[in-house]
């Protein structure tokens, strides 16, 4: 998704930009853009189609000034990939630049009104209006600042925004309603973005814009308001974040660095946060709900995407661990039905990025029915992670690779806790919930196995990577983890796949199998074994290869198929932190083997913040 970078202070700006954009890289885009003042008072703006880099080489030639300076990737919305549609937009005076992330909702409304008074546009963006807009009350005598104001509050939708002024060189203004900004404050130097990627180079110290409030930039510091002018307190936070996290290594790509990584994220996930001697766990926010969590009658879980697939494990562990009615849903159908709430309702918010338009108005909803609203989210700081009434961070590290791996498994991880802590608080057993937890505990060790395995997995996907139709099946908690093996192949290596319940197969999807088509059982050892085994010989029977993924030392699977990757033995209710991460390297092996860049999927964004 789009991403915004600017900078104000002393150093050399133009770099501070670029540096800043590679960062957001990883969010996905199709275009970047910049825009500066120049000591001889022109207001340049560069804009580029395709990868940040021939943006750079377009700039390569200007010298690095200081002062202030605005950049953007973005990614299509309103209008194709060109460079016209690329920000920053200027207004028709060529005074004001801005970027924008968002929604301009009102854009027609306001481009008609603008064309009415005189003004042309350059671009078929709905952003474009906002710079037109501003230039227009500028035009009009408004200054900078009040022309700013002016118009955030004629803007209907979601947006971030950085706005230069060519009159105003020295001066940077940002403002946001519903997109994330965040200010990194440095020595005399302010660096805003909408990601702490592009910030945690230079500072650690931030402040979250929050909705409906504007910053002004100058002589090296700021000020912070309302769109209405009441002046604005804001707390500097210290993020705990290294830039390491955002470094390669020694990887080829961040997708493999985030899948071995995992080991080391569920270790950080779990730490201090399971007692086992106690078979309790502890975590801070579940304290702070304890009133509500004791009258809890029902869950609701919401996510999209993989940490939808984390949540519908979450529902098979809190119904069997918790006893609580749990069901989980798509934000994206959940937020526009007319869903019945019941009193005492939790609902279980998912997100890594903690950004994603369609959850975070899924649980506008579903706290506007009276439910209580526990995150399970990474990124912190995060729009949702605040509007949340407690939650648990992931601590996965920063996830860079549009493909979510590591945040999967820690999702799931710290689902887990809080099922068998929801049900040390009903009727779980002090030692059934210890042996639980301690299974939890040691999975980092035994998923460590698994990557050991990562050459076998890398030979067996590239016997099966020219088929172009795959199946998923499995059972029980195993189903959402075929659901998540056949998304994370198709999101990077483009090879269609499906995912569903095994059983399922015979209701009309068997018809599709003909030899030799690649057919994926996530089949650990547990009490539906032998209906999988069943399962799997209906696809044998006819001609289809089947890839078990089964429990170690399966004597019967290794009867029936050739094609197996052991994973340890587990607690069945754990297996799918295990069972997915052959999954997750035999995506990769095939995206790499079918020649894709698995870091930049194609027409894939990072987080989808918008509908
Ligand atoms: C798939 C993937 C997406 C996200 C989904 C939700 O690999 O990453 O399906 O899981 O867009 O994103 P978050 O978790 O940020 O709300």
């Known amino acids: 998704m789009c991403g915004i970078v600017g900078y104000i202070g002393q150093q050399s700006l133009l770099d501070i930009l670029l540096q800043g954009l590679k960062r957001l890289e990883y969010r996905g885009y199709d275009s970047s853009g910049a825009a500066w003042i120049e000591p001889g008072e022109a207001l340049r703006v560069v804009r580029a189609v395709g990868e940040v880099r ?10 690095c000034y200081a002062g202030a300076g605005i950049a953007h990737t973005r990614w299509a919305t309103h209008g194709s990939p060109t460079e016209e549609n690329a920000h920053p937009h200027t207004d028709q005076s060529g005074k004001i630049a801005i970027v924008h992330n968002g929604i301009v909702e009102n854009h027609d409304a306001l481009r008609e009104t603008m064309l009415s008074h005189g003004v042309r546009f350059t671009s078929e963006t709905d952003s474009e209006v906002v710079a037109q807009l501003i230039g227009y009350y500028y035009s009009h005598n408004h200054g900078f600042e009040e022309s700013v104001r002016k118009t955030v509050q004629k803007i209907e939708g979601a947006f971030g925004l950085a706005v230069l002024c060519l009159d105003e060189p020295d001066k940077l203004i940002a403002a946001r309603r519903g997109s994330s900004m965040i200010i990194g404050i440095g020595a005399a130097e302010h660096i805003i973005a909408s990601d702490m990627a592009a910030i ?5 110290r931030v402040v979250h814009l929050d909705d409906n409030e504007i910053a002004v930039f100058a002589d090296g510091g700021f000020h912070t308001s309302t769109f209405d002018r009441q002046h ?9 974040m290294e830039v390491q996290e955002m470094e390669l ?8 660095k985030e899948i071995h990584e995992q080991p080391r994220c569920l270790h950080d996930t779990l730490s201090g946060r399971i007692d086992l001697r ?3 766990a502890r975590i801070a926010g579940l304290e702070e709900l304890h009133r509500e969590i004791a009258k809890v009658r029902q869950i609701v879980m919401l996510g999209c995407g993989t940490a939808w697939h984390a949540g519908m494990i979450g529902q098979y562990l809190i119904e069997e661990l918790a006893r609580i009615p749990c069901d989980i849903q798509y934000s994206s159908e959940f937020r526009y039905r007319n869903p019945l709430v019941r009193e005492g309702t939790l609902a279980i918010v998912v997100s890594q990025s903690g950004e994603t338009a369609d959850t975070l108005a899924a649980m506008e909803e579903v706290r506007l029915r009276g439910a209580t609203c526990f995150g399970i989210i990474n990124t912190v700081g995060s729009r949702i992670s605040r509007e949340t009434d407690a939650g648990v961070y992931l601590r996965a590290g920063q996830e860079v690779g549009v493909a979510s791996t590591k945040a999967f498994t820690a999702q799931v991880a710290l689902l887990a806790v809080l099922a068998a802590e929801l049900g040390r608080r009903r009727h779980l057993s002090m030692d059934r919930c210890a042996s639980f937890l301690e299974e939890l505990h040691v999975i980092p060790e035994k998923l460590e196995r698994i990557l050991g395995k990562a050459s076998a997995i890398r030979e067996l996907t590239s016997r099966f990577v020219d088929h172009d139709h795959w199946l998923y099946l499995g059972r029980g908690v195993n189903f959402p983890v075929a659901l998540e093996g056949a998304l994370k192949l198709k999101e990077i290596s483009y090879i269609h796949a499906e995912g ?4 399922e197969m015979k209701h009309g999807p068997i018809a599709l199998i003909e030899p030799g088509m690649p057919v994926v059982f996530v089949a650990p050892r547990d009490h539906l074994h032998q209906k999988v085994l069943a399962n799997i010989q209906e696809v044998t029977g006819r001609g289809g290869e089947v890839i078990a993924i089964c429990t170690e030392g ?3 699977m290794r009867e029936l198929t050739d094609h197996i990757i052991e994973i340890p033995e587990t607690e069945p209710m754990l297996s799918p932190i295990l069972s997915v991460v052959p999954l997750q390297l035999m995506a990769y092996e095939a995206a790499l083997l079918r020649g894709h860049n698995v870091d930049k999927p194609r027409n894939l964004a990072k987080s989808v913040t918008v509908e």
């Open 54 to 63: 021939h943006l750079e080489s377009k700039v390569s030639e200007t010298d």
């Open 200 to 204: 945690v180079q230079h500072t650690s």
């Open 232 to 240: 604005v307190d804001k707390e500097i936070e210290v993020v705990d």
């Open 249 to 256: 290594g020694h990887f080829e790509h961040y997708m493999l």
């Open 278 to 280: 106690n078979g309790r």
């Open 500 to 503: 569903m319940p095994a059983a």
């Open 554 to 556: 399966d004597r019967r």
